[in-house]
Nanobody
Framework: QVHLVESGGGLVQPGGSLRLSCAAS????????IGWFRQAPGKEREGVSC??????STYYADSVKGRFTISRDKNTVYLQMGSLKRKDTAVYYC??????????????????????WGQGTLVTVSS
């Protein structure tokens, strides 16, 4: 059974950094795509960054490109967030894609069909 647990959220000042972790269990991480998504109050969920299981290719939304880095180590997927802005405030979720679609597709479209999600971790960027 797929199980995902996010951690690492918190309160950070603008310009600061945070590292989110997504601990995965119950499935072979190397064969699944994993994505980070976020949902701000009153807004739809959106893809932030995704990494494919097969070749480790990555995708970043334009809004975070150059500031966020996704990586994978054993059973954990990380999202290193830097130069944080107030508009990055949201609940961040990770999700698993058993089809291991391309990272672009998972982040931009495929996430709407994913069934396995973590509970989310809140990131608040504020002074």
């Amino acid at each position: 059974q797929v199980h995902l647990v996010e951690s690492g959220g918190g309160l950070v000042q603008p310009g600061g950094s945070l590292r989110l972790s997504c601990a995965a269990s119950g499935f072979p991480l190397d064969y699944y795509g994993i994505g980070w998504f976020r949902q701000a109050p009153g807004k739809e969920r959106e893809g932030v960054s995704c990494i494919s299981g097969g070749d480790g290719s990555t995708y970043y939304a334009d809004s975070v490109k150059g500031r966020f880095t996704i990586s994978r180590d054993k059973n954990t997927v990380y999202l290193q967030m830097g130069s944080l802005k107030r508009k990055d405030t949201a609940v961040y979720y990770c999700a698993a894609d058993p089809a291991d679609s391309s990272a672009w597709y998972t982040c931009e479209q495929g996430y709407r069909y994913l069934e396995d999600w973590g509970q989310g971790t809140l990131v608040t960027v504020s002074s």
